[in-house]
């Protein structure tokens, strides 16, 4: 519960003598304090948003400017923030165009859309590819600290990896809301800690939080794991593959998104099927046997599933991609498949956590053999070409693999919520694109006002 968000909308539409005994009685549903105590706090926070609402009759209109934030009037979930579809991936763009207009000098930035950042730097004579990622928690794992903590830890290095980097630190930011139970913050830990330990890759760092300080009242839990990885040799970027590749893919078994589906769906044996290492175990069996740099491109199944992945790797390349359903279903945990089956969640609109490889034929038998090796399944699953389009062949027939408006519903009430493409969305759009120039105007006049401040 956002008391400060309730202060700011309410404030403006009722008196405050209703708000003050509204966010008073709000107050004494989730913390044990008298109401006297209760009815200060609720003053208090007036007080502070009346305050900072007065900056709009400031004189100094830089002032204002600096402060406000520019407004779409588009709401994170009508556009479907978060819920890896068409809509995510915009967004994401413009946050990449904004990082663009810095001008930075990585040689893979968020434009690229893939799934780590890169930097190129030199120690002594030898170029080293830096790589870093980071990932959020799984936000339905709040009540599940450890599971959240061993797949958020897990998917930030299985970034790193399919960079082609070897992962040499992990880092946490750990958010709990003012009314958490400290334990949270332990389990959390020894979550990302068991994968640590796993891969012998040591949590080095982190930040520990309340959610919103004293303006958030409950106890969910919001948290990031970083990684760091290194290698010797240019990354395995998606703009890398080329016509007449091979597309492999190893079993996946899901990670946050398939123990949310289990949990929420009290399908509990399924969550078993996600305690694993195996995709960064494969990723390290190509590095290990020296067939990185042969390699032009990894990815992970995250994102929107599949077709997630298919649509962003050929708005990248401009090329096409050829699956072949029966292969992939083949290698969909037989557990985790028959869940989303029963469930009917479509398996290509989901992360399940696979590897996915794009390399040349004589390469592909390499990655094959190294991977085997460690005990994990692949097998080839399609080819890249000339078309530009990714499809799915099924049943012998060919039809276009595109992502859905958000990823396929794997809860209740993201069923509810649906997947169809708002009708609005083109003017949803436009809005959304305005207002991220905006952000690079303001950016832009503050950095050159600090500048000609020195």
């Known amino acids: 519960m956002d008391i400060e968000g309730f202060v700011r909308k309410s404030i403006k539409e009722e008196d405050e003598k209703s708000v003050k005994k509204s966010l008073q009685d709000k107050i004494l549903e989730y913390k044990n304090i008298k109401p006297q105590k209760a009815d200060e706090m609720a003053q208090a926070v007036i007080d502070e948003v009346k305050n900072t609402l007065k900056i709009e009759q400031h004189p100094d209109e830089a002032l204002r400017d600096l402060i406000n934030y520019p407004q779409s009037q588009v709401n994170m979930g009508e556009i479907g923030v978060g819920s890896r579809g068409e809509g995510d991936f915009f967004v994401h763009q413009k946050i990449a165009d904004i990082v663009a207009s810095t001008h930075s000098s990585a040689l893979i930035t968020p434009s690229a859309q893939d799934d780590g950042g890169v930097v190129k730097t030199n120690v002594g004579k030898e170029e080293v590819y830096i790589t870093t990622a980071v990932d959020g928690i799984h936000s339905r794992l709040s009540e599940y600290p450890f599971l959240g903590g061993f797949h958020v830890a897990r998917a930030s290095l299985r970034d790193v990896c399919v960079m082609g980097a070897h992962p040499i630190a992990v880092i946490s930011d750990l958010h709990l809301a003012d009314d958490g139970d400290v334990g949270k913050l332990f389990d959390f830990t020894a979550g990302v800690c068991a994968v640590s330990e796993l891969l012998n890759v040591p949590l080095v760092a982190g930040s520990t939080l309340r959610v919103g300080g004293d303006m958030v009242l409950g106890d969910r839990l919001v948290s990031a794991v970083g990684a760091v990885g290194v290698s010797p040799y240019p990354p395995t970027a998606r703009k890398r593959a080329e016509v007449g590749d091979v597309i492999l893919m190893t079993e996946g078994s899901g990670g946050g998104t398939i123990t949310t589906t289990a949990l929420y769906h009290g399908m509990f044996d399924v969550v078993w099927e996600t305690m694993d290492i195996n995709f960064i175990k494969s990723s390290e069996a190509i590095f290990n046997t020296g067939i990185l740099k042969e390699v032009h491109a990894m990815t992970d199944v995250t994102n929107g599933g599949l077709r997630g992945d298919a649509h962003e790797i050929s708005r990248t390349t401009g090329l096409g991609l050829a699956f072949?359903?029966?292969?992939i279903r083949k290698l969909i945990n037989p557990s985790v498949l028959n869940m989303l089956e029963e469930l009917d969640i479509d398996p290509l609109g989901v992360s399940v956590d696979s590897l996915m490889i794009i390399a040349p034929e004589d390469v592909a038998s390499k990655v094959e053999t190294a991977i085997s090796s460690v005990g994990v399944r692949i097998s080839r699953i399609g080819e890249v070409d000339d078309s530009g389009v990714s499809r799915l062949i099924k049943d012998g027939r060919e039809e276009e693999l595109k992502p859905l408006f958000r990823e396929a519903a794997y809860t209740k009430i993201k069923k509810i919520v649906g997947d169809?493409?708002?009708?609005?969305?083109?003017?949803?759009?436009?809005?959304?694109?305005?207002?991220?120039?905006?952000?690079?105007k303001k950016k832009d006049d503050i950095v050159k006002m600090i500048k000609n401040r020195r």
């Open 324 to 327: 072949h359903e029966d292969e």
């Open 420 to 440: 169809t493409q708002p009708h609005d969305f083109e003017l949803m759009k436009e809005k959304v694109e305005q207002t991220a120039q905006e952000a690079i």
